[in-house]
């Protein structure tokens, strides 16, 4: 069965600092890779969805990467804000309806 | 704006009791599914529908049922039979049966026992 992990569960970065998000799947047979935003008892914001044939996917200030042989993906944020303080999750599609996430990894933006 | 209306924001079930969590989507789409959230663990699928009165179980469907009567309403239903459903639950859609379109997600309902 697919499993998605996401290290580190939680980070705290310094605002204007860029970091990165990682995220990893134990089955290279995925349709596609989606990042969410979960803010604190609030639904999930789509982020940045990547096919299976593509590298990455850019939208402002975010860039998703996939490495599907490797079973990678990083998601990217340049110049971070507090604005951007959140819990961000990926997951993986396996099929039509099969979507499995990760645990997510909680940023802290620190003004 | 389209999107996905959940209600209500916080509910609360008696022992022994059934409730139930809407869900509506104005945004057209034909799949929409049900997800449970627990602190520390992953968004796990309870039941999901392709099309109008046809809906499947996911991995964790015991306690639940859904129906599908309108394809912009795939309402909840958390049975007794149910022993642990304090969780947030989480509904989402996806346009087409296809799968390589993103899926969009409710604000999502706290439940507790009390």
């Known amino acids: 069965k697919q499993e998605v992990t996401q290290i580190p569960a939680a980070l705290s970065v310094p605002e204007g600092e860029n970091l990165v998000l990682n995220c990893s799947f134990t089955d290279s047979a995925i349709y596609n890779l989606q990042w969410f935003r979960q803010d604190p008892g609030k639904g999930l914001t789509s982020l940045l969805l990547?096919?299976?044939?593509?590298r990455e996917q850019t939208s402002g200030r975010l860039n998703a990467s996939l490495d599907k042989s490797s079973g990678r993906s990083t998601l990217y944020i340049a110049a971070s804000q507090p604005g951007d303080s959140a819990t961000y999750l990926c997951a993986v599609r396996t099929g039509a309806n099969n979507l499995f996430f990760g645990t997510g990894t909680r940023l802290t933006v620190i003004p | 704006d389209g999107g996905i209306t959940q209600s209500p924001k916080y509910l609360f079930r008696k022992e022994g009791q059934n409730v139930t969590l809407s869900c509506e989507q104005n945004l057209n789409h034909d799949a929409m599914y049900w997800y449970r959230q627990d602190p520390g663990q992953g968004l796990r699928l309870i039941y999901y529908?392709?099309?109008?009165?046809?809906?499947q179980k996911g991995d964790i469907a015991e306690g639940y049922s859904v129906s599908r009567e309108k394809k912009e309403s795939f309402p909840l239903t958390v049975t007794s039979a149910q022993k642990n459903p304090t969780a947030f639950y989480l509904c989402?859609?996806?346009?087409?049966?296809?799968?390589?379109?993103?899926?969009?997600f409710g604000d999502g309902t706290r439940l507790s026992i009390l």
């Open positions: 529908s392709q099309i109008v009165n046809d809906f």
């Open positions: 990547i096919q299976s044939s593509q």
């Open positions: 989402a859609s996806t346009q087409g049966q296809h799968s390589n379109q993103p899926q969009h």
